[in-house]
């Protein structure tokens, strides 16, 4: 199944855009209105749990709509909230149902805003609300006509939630502000050459492994210049397959881990960007200090 067209942008080690501020009456306003087409679409089953959905097929979509079907409860989302939800998805031209995710902790929370396809949908929805979307088919993401049975579930942590584990000698040390954003302090003394790491603080979630999809806040220092080269905090956080697509040492830094902790990662330049001349621009040769707060995890699926 493709669940593409729900994909929020995540920041990235290299480039990130500000989060939205956090308000709900403008998360409110960016919800699109109920149409026929998602009107049309008979749900059967609990909000939270999968569903079945029975629609007239072919199901013409012009445009994005949602009806919400079930009522939740609690407080309402705003922009900002990283949300936790299921969905169960139908092919809008056949009717075949196509999956679901989201049920048993294999869908990543998305951060909501007024911008995203989320926020569109479901709006300033409170917990356990559930809404029938009906998406036109995308050209440009090469997917037909689809039905999405999304259910909120809830709200996730924007930092970690683990108890506070012993400082480690000769490491950086690590104050919070208020909304968990870290500020590192460096040791006086020479730049480590091997990769070290601590657990700051010891969340009590799944252990993270190799071809885990993950979502953290991270902060990153310099060792060499002392300066902060790039985070997640003030943009919003960040999501990686553990072993892909980022530098060796930043997976290393949160496998075993478990969701939750907070974790401090020293990396050499043979951890990071690699030997040779220090360069500021794509810190070549430099030592890099990471502190990663381990949000959410969905494990990659067992092997064939």
Known sequence: MSVLVLAGCTSSPTQSEASPSPTTADLCSAQVKPGKASDSVKVEGDAGTESTATFTSPLDVTELQSTQVAKGSGDALKSGDLVQFALSAYDASTGD?????????????????????????????????????????????????QVYIIDVLGTAPT?????????????????????????VTLPDGDIPTEFEKATLKKGDGAVVEAGDQVLVQYHG?????????????????FTFTVGSGVVPGFSDAVTGETVGSQVIAVLPPASAYGEGEINESDLTGQTLVFVVDILAVAKAAPAQ
């Open 159 to 183: 930092a970690a939630w683990g108890a506070s584990q012993d400082p480690v000698a000769g490491m950086p040390t690590v104050e919070l502000d208020s909304d968990g954003a870290p500020k």
């Open 97 to 145: 149902k196509l999956g679901a995710q989201g049920y048993n902790d294999d869908l990543l929370p998305q951060q909501i805003s007024p911008d995203s396809v989320l926020g569109q949908v479901v709006g300033c929805a409170k917990p356990g609300s559930r809404f029938v979307a009906a998406f036109p088919a995308s050209t440009e993401q090469g997917t037909p006509g």
């Open 221 to 237: 220092v310099s060792w060499n210049s002392g300066k902060v080269f790039d985070e997640s905090w003030g943009k919003q956080p």
